[in-house]
């Protein structure tokens, strides 16, 4: 292993059961999702990860954010194994790994005002220092909610897609992590603002070193934001390498038939 990884999956095999066991209809069977996939996320790189739907993108992501137990495999931060999926351990882990997902609805408690999901945040993480209000005032201004006080009462309904996913990335950096699992981040957006988003993204993480994987549909996306690519085809990674040169010169058949459906692979976002 390099020694600037921080975050590495080696050989992560996830399998789910199917069926419900019952009568001849409902055997019992597993399914693999995920299988033996290694990957290694470095500090102010991005790492994209594509493939058609259903091929086990998100069950990667969710793996290395401890959401799920691994069938097998392993997970090392810093390069010390790590299994961390309850109690104090994983809300440490998560001080150093945060997960953005795509729909900033859902992942939003529609309850809890702007201030109640900072403020949380930040004091499970440690970070609020003495005066919590002034830090999730800090927070907007860095995702661009200006003017941040402004922002501070709404409740998620009274916020746009685009301004929930900001306070979902605001909500991330309030644990101050070093790596961001960024699972399809603009795909619920209105394609007007997604480029804004992804260059947010971009910024955040040139500015906080951040590792980050980026899981999308968009092969365009994936060249102009990553460092490299890997693409999945059911459970496996089939191909990997620098994004540029993959999107441009793709090895693999299925990478091949990935580009040739997308409406135009090259293309820059709006
Ligand atoms: N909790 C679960 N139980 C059973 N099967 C699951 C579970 N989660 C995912 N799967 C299955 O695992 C496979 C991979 O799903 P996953 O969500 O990782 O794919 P994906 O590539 O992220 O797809 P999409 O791009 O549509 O989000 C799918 O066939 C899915 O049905």
């Not at 399998?15 to 597993?30: L, M, N, S, W, Y």
């Not at 729909?103 to 809890?112: C, R, Y």
């Not at 003017?147 to 998620?156: I, K, M, Q, S």
């Not at 693409?231 to 580009?259: C, F, N, W």
């Amino acid at each position: 292993m390099n020694d600037d990884v921080i975050l590495e999956a080696r050989n992560l095999v996830k399998e789910f059961r199917t069926g419900t066991g019952v009568g001849p209809r409902g055997a019992a069977r597993t399914f693999r999702a995920v299988d033996d996939v290694s990957l290694e996320l470095r500090p102010g790189k991005v790492t994209a990860l594509v493939g058609q739907s259903g091929s086990g993108k998100s069950t990667v992501a969710r793996l290395m954010a401890q959401l799920y137990p691994l069938t097998s495999g392993e997970i090392r931060l810093d390069g010390q194994p790590t299994a961390a999926t309850r109690g104090r351990a994983f809300t440490r882990y998560c001080g150093s790994v945060q997960m953005i997902l795509q729909d900033p609805f859902s992942s939003l408690n529609p309850l809890h005002r702007v201030s109640h999901v900072l403020g949380r945040a930040l004091r499970i993480h440690g970070n609020a220092g003495a005066d919590v209000t002034e830090a999730s005032l800090r927070l907007l201004e860095r995702v661009n909610l200006t003017p941040p006080e402004r922002y501070l009462d709404r409740f998620p309904h009274e916020l746009s897609g685009g301004e929930r996913q900001r306070v979902s990335f605001a909500r991330a950096l309030a644990a101050t992590p070093r790596v961001l699992l960024a699972d399809e981040p603009v795909s619920m957006l209105d394609v007007t603002i997604r480029k804004e988003m992804l260059d947010l993204l971009d910024r955040l993480r040139r500015e906080s070193q951040l590792a980050v994987l980026y899981i999308t549909h968009d092969l365009g996306s994936a060249e102009a934001y990553s460092d490299e690519t890997l693409v999945m085809y059911r459970g496996k990674v089939v191909e990997r390498g620098s994004s540029r040169a993959l999107i441009s010169d793709p090895q693999h058949e299925y990478t091949q038939r990935l580009l040739a459906a997308a409406p135009d692979p090259r293309r820059r976002l709006p």
